[in-house]
């Protein structure tokens, strides 16, 4: 039968084993089965593919565009309208922000344990546009705001939103950020499920799939920062979130006329608990010497279709099969003895804890570019000409209408390629996409930091307005380097976790966004509390950015950048180095090489312990 004919049921679980195996063989190594919207196996000539996941584009460039265009031009409203100061505006923000990317990971254990993927954005994609009204509606009614005032030449008189204003205002922005959170990653993570991996011409149409989803992304963005925000500026803040909540309408009925052409993976049941299970087998089992043979460990004879990794040996006692006298026969509680695949798929967990953190200085990176250099936007020149003027929030916009011409070139050209060069189906690594993201962001606050400096300079001495203009290096550096580093990342997490965590992996991902952003929101306490004396405030203290040392705080962000990017040097061999591999460049003949060889058949020695 033809490869791409057969029925999605029909591929083989790798590993079989015990009964008692089957569950985590099937989820951790195996293909898991597809279904359709009624429950019944996919067919790969219906459902899946190209067609299915372009619904699932249509939701992500409506949801990104909706969401966009209130997280980026938020500072302004809560300064203008809810009458906060610079720096605690600029921490609701990124708090908001941050909170999204951290709720990612419910929506991703919701997906995978209990709800699937497409039932997750449905439900909270309606919680998400419930959001979106009620800040249209807070924005609209004069009775919900503090009393009009100008924050910048009058700011101290400024009545500040509190009780029952602030109460609906902070509603409104976190169910916005309850329905993004778990929606990203479900939509990432179902349009790839579209793909069946185990077909060689699927998995290089994966490989497309997210550099579309992030083309998707920067339309999404590009409209936000343009169109939503000129009528924000020009209609009012109440129309331009009305507008966010009818593009996020038309996204979520994208999402719904794609049902019928969707394969789905149905939930596996809780994803902690296996994991949870290695942990405590291995406590319990931690005196026990690695046996001789390797039938003494549980599911050691499959071939699960993974490489063994010998990172974390601690853990594989957890698969050790303890015989006592002649009760050999007798089974183990699975808090005991574990599966060698429920192994590997906590060693995962652990390895890519460190590719992940090394990407939340990046985040902290993204964060100023939708806060401080907004603001620094605001206080030069925005006309484009006599009439017609550029609000600084659709500064952002920059890099996007660059990347909307880079990604497809990017994907037609460089990485076929590239892959000529190096036989890998992303044409480069995922870890070297995100290695040359991580060195791109460090000249994105190098030139925000000499920008500024001369713009404060121009200000204070020659009374003189920069054009806005001169801030674009930092937006278009910082465009590129999240082309490579965030694509990178989440198609490295979605093609390292096992079957059945596609969606929380992904999630993890975003959850480098809610640190990174968190991570700012104390950067700037932090500065502000150590370079502010009894005479003069911090870097950040005043609203003025005149009388700040923005500048100062963009150096200390490219240093730590530069620090952070050799950190992840070090990391990105570490994670693609296994002893057992022999050959570390084996498979892609690079730095950041990670190798897929099998482990565990009948003939191997299992060498850990």
Known sequence: MDEVGRKESEYPIKGGGDNEDSRSMSVACGMINTVDWRGRPSNPNKHGGTRASAFVLGLQACEIMAIAAVGNNLITYVINEMHFSLSKSANVVTNFVGTIFLLALLGGYLSDSYLGSFWTILIFGFVELSGFILLSVQAHLPQLKPPPCNMFIDGEHCTEA????????????????LGSG?????????????????????????????????????????????????????????????VSAA??????????????????KPPQGSIFIPVAQV?????????????????????????VGRQHANKFRFLDK???????????NTKESPWRLCSVAQVEQAK???????????????????????????????????????????????????PYILLIVVVPLYDSFFVPFARKITGHESGISPLQRIGFGLFLATFSMVSAALVEKKRRDAAVNLNKTLSIFWITPQFLIFGL?????????????????????????????????SFGFYLSSLLVSMVNKITSSSLTG????????????????????????????????????????????GDTNANENNLFAHSSNNYGDDNTPYQSC
Not at 191 to 197: P, S
Request: hydrophobic share 45%; glycine share 6%.
């Open 162 to 177: 509190e009780g029952f204003k602030a109460l609906i205002f902070f509603l409104a922005i976190y169910l916005v950020a």
């Open 182 to 242: 778990c929606v990203k990653p479900n939509m990432i993570a179902h349009g790839a499920d579209q793909f069946n991996q185990e077909n060689p011409k699927q998995l290089k149409k994966l490989s497309t799939y997210f550099n579309a989803a992030y083309f998707a992304f920067s339309v999404g963005e590009l409209v936000a920062l343009t169109i939503l925000v000129w009528v924000q500026t020009h209609s009012g803040m109440d129309a331009g979130f009305g």
């Open 247 to 264: 593009v996020m309408a038309m996204g979520l009925i994208s999402l719904i006329c794609g049902t019928l052409y969707y394969r789905n």
């Open 279 to 303: 942990f405590v087998a291995a406590i319990l089992k931690r005196k026990q010497a690695c046996p001789s043979n390797p039938q003494m460990l549980r599911g050691s004879q499959n071939n």
């Open 318 to 328: 957890a698969s050790i099969r303890v015989q006592e006298g002649s009760n050999s």
């Open 348 to 398: 995962i967990l652990l390895s890519v804890i460190p590719i992940f953190a090394c990407t939340i200085v990046f985040n902290t990176i993204l964060a100023q570019l939708q806060t401080f250099s907004v603001q620094q936007g605001s206080t030069m020149d925005t006309h484009l000409t006599k009439s017609f003027h550029v609000p600084p929030a659709s500064l952002q916009s920059i």
């Open 481 to 513: 380097s999240e082309m490579f580093t965030a694509v990178g990342l989440i198609e490295f997490f979605y093609k390292q976790s096992l079957k059945g965590m596609q969606t929380f992996f992904t999630a993890i991902t975003y959850c480098s966004y």
């Open 538 to 581: 911090g870097w950040l203290h005043d609203n003025n950015l005149n009388k700040d040392k923005l500048d100062l705080f963009y150096w200390l962000l490219a240093a730590l950048s530069f620090l952070n990017f050799l950190n992840y040097l070090f990391w990105s061999r570490w994670y693609s180095y296994n002893p057992s591999q």
